[in-house]
């Protein structure tokens, strides 16, 4: 099938360009203005006064996993309507290596989630949990079988300690992969719990005060010197605050590659939130938390800068009734919140129409920067002949209001109900095929698992370019 998007205005990392983008069976042919005499043949559809985007990536999510002694709300059938609806064409999942497992059994059971299920994309990180010489020797499989970044927690069940850490890392730099981490440490936590626990603080506002920023900040520190010990890059994922950006920018200048990423979330909410009477403070209780308004806007200002380089979601989500498995024990409430839906209308919304961010800015967030960091670029993430036709057109004069009602999502409510957003995403598409169209999905379970390869182009950072 051949088809034309015409007179919209495309976006790249560097520049906001009217053409007009001719696709044939999926792959974009050209990009430029065409004659009117030789749209004949395709079927044309008109984007004026459009911004036309590449396919958002959204590198952080979690569907269909058993966690906090439930299972979260959205599977990858429900994840990925959510996902594809809000502009999202590629999403990357944390398949997870459970204790006694090999990393091919892991992957597997992740395949079984998600396959024939998914109406975007999708590819798998590997979380591992347990390492040992036979794991290691699966390094080279995963990357073999599209598994180029993996991850690891340094809290919760699932952590792994320092010796660990500096191992992986350095098998990973010598098969080309990466990491990235969830940094907060846990005896802190664990010892501010307990004390908040023997004092009878049960309630949601004991969960910033059990995981400060200091707490995510010495880990951020303690994995980066494991980092330069290893020689290894890593990617620290959803940062919160500017006590952890402080130590990402002194390993930086210690000339180490760090990425960082960050998450709507952390730019718009702020821990009051968890003050909020009658457990309705639960429905934001998220790990890393929500921290302080300063934070908003240091996380903002290193968008702009280029410290940060990925808008993900950490896309986890629950029903207010699994909310209230800790209504009387915070510790127990499960952590997370929906967010793939909504991620690039708030962005554009709260960034770009809010003056924090240009189109070019949103694109490279969203797009570039993770498909190059993920091993997806050119064929996603650009609008160049050769890409894949994710396409997101969005229309920067209407405006929207966020409900529950009319998400995808099945947690049942919306941490942004009652936002008036600027800007609303008109149509979506997946590899040249229309997939949404005014936040409604028209084409289901469209989505292909995504092989993807180590990064090797160069990735904006501090505004300079550096081998991914």
């Known amino acids: 099938m051949k088809r034309m998007i015409k007179g919209g205005r495309v976006v790249s990392s560097h520049e906001i360009r009217e053409a007009d983008i001719c696709i044939e069976d999926g792959i974009i042919t050209q990009v430029g203005k065409i004659p009117e005499g030789e749209t004949d043949g395709y079927e044309v559809t008109d984007a004026s006064g459009m911004l036309i985007f590449p396919g958002f990536i959204d590198v952080h999510t979690h569907f269909d996993l058993h966690v906090a002694g439930t299972v ?54 590997m979380s591992i949990t347990d390492w040992n010489p036979q794991v290691s020797e699966e390094i080279r499989k995963m990357m073999e079988e599209g598994v180029s970044t993996f991850k690891l927690y340094m809290t919760y069940d699932t952590q792994v300690d320092d010796k660990t850490i500096y191992q992986i890392l350095c098998r990973l730099a010598e098969e080309g992969g990466m990491t990235g981490v969830h940094c907060e440490n846990s005896g802190l936590i664990e010892a501010l719990q307990e004390e908040a626990v023997s004092q ?80 309705a403070g ?31 979601t950490d896309h986890c989500s629950f029903t207010l009734e699994q909310k209230r498995l800790g209504e009387k024990d915070f510790r127990k409430i499960p952590g997370g919140m929906p967010g793939a839906e909504t991620r690039g209308i708030l962005m554009y919304s709260e960034g770009v129409a809010a003056g924090r961010l240009t189109p070019e800015d949103l694109c490279r967030l969203l797009s570039e920067n993770p498909a190059r960091l993920y091993g997806m670029y050119p064929e996603k993430g650009a609008i160049r002949p050769g890409s894949h036709a994710d396409l997101v057109i969005l229309d920067p004069e209407a405006e929207d209001v966020i409900t529950a009602a009319s998400q995808h999502s099945l947690a049942g409510y919306a941490p942004f109900e009652g936002l008036k957003v600027k800007g609303k995403i008109r149509q979506v598409y997946l590899r040249g095929e229309l997939a949404a169209e005014n936040g409604q999905v028209v084409k289901e379970l469209a989505g292909r698992y995504v092989a993807r390869k180590a990064p090797s182009v160069p990735v904006h950072v501090d505004g300079k370019e550096i081998e991914g």
């Open 282 to 312: 639960a429905r934001y209780v998220i790990a890393p938390p929500h921290r302080k308004k300063r934070d908003q806007e240091v996380l903002w200002k290193a968008l702009k800068d280029g410290e940060i380089q990925t808008i993900s």
């Open 72 to 125: 979260t709300a959205d599977d990858f059938l429900a994840g990925t309507r959510a996902a594809i609806a809000g502009g999202t064409t590629t999403i990357v999942d944390f398949a997870t290596q459970y204790p006694g497992e090999t990393l091919e059994e892991g992957l597997s059971n992740w395949h079984k989630k998600a396959d024939g299920k998914c109406s975007c994309d999708y590819g798998f990180h």
């Open 200 to 279: 009878g603080r049960m309630g949601t506002d004991s969960h910033p005060a059990t995981r400060p920023a200091g707490a995510e900040a010495e880990a951020i520190s303690r994995l980066l010197r494991l980092a330069e010990a290893a020689d290894a890059p890593v990617m620290v994922v959803h940062l919160t605050c500017e006590e952890g950006l402080k130590e990402i920018r002194q390993a930086r200048a210690r000339g180490q590659v760090v990425y960082a990423e960050t998450c709507p979330q952390y730019l718009l909410m702020d821990d009051s939130l968890y003050d909020l009477p009658d457990f």
